[in-house]
Nanobody, 123 residues
Framework: QVQLVESGGGLVQAGGSLRLSCATS????????MGWFRQAPGKEREFVAE????????YYADSVKGRFTIDRDNAKSTLYLQMNSLKPEDTAVYYCAGGYTQLRLGYSRASFWGQGTQVTVSS
């Protein structure tokens, strides 16, 4: 069973920053596309960011472009999401995901999921 373990969520004021982390095993991490999704109450899970297995290519949802940065440390088998200039509409449960195809095409493309970490941005 593949384990993805997120950390770093919390409560922050609008304009603030948070850094999410997602740790997994080296057996999985080095061979898959990794990404972040989020799900707000009553809404569908949506794509946030994706990074290729080499780290050379990144993709972002328009809503976070310029504010969020996805990165991966293959030596530590850890994925990161640096979130700056946070807005109340960024409030959601954030999920780490891995897969063998383009995660930006939708959550059904992910093969592995973390348990989620809550991010709450107050106005």
């Amino acid at each position: 069973q593949v384990q993805l373990v997120e950390s770093g969520g919390g409560l922050v004021q609008a304009g603030g920053s948070l850094r999410l982390s997602c740790a997994t095993s080296a057996r999985i991490f080095g061979n898959v596309v990794m990404g972040w999704f989020r799900q707000a109450p009553g809404k569908e899970r949506e794509f946030v960011a994706e990074i290729s297995w080499t780290g050379g290519n990144t993709y972002y949802a328009d809503s976070v472009k310029g504010r969020f940065t996805i990165d991966r440390d293959n030596a530590k088998s850890t994925l990161y999401l640096q979130m700056n200039s946070l807005k109340p509409e960024d409030t959601a449960v954030y999920y780490c995901a891995g897969g063998y195809t383009q995660l930006r095409l939708g959550y059904s493309r992910a093969s592995f999921w973390g348990q989620g970490t809550q991010v709450t941005v107050s106005s």
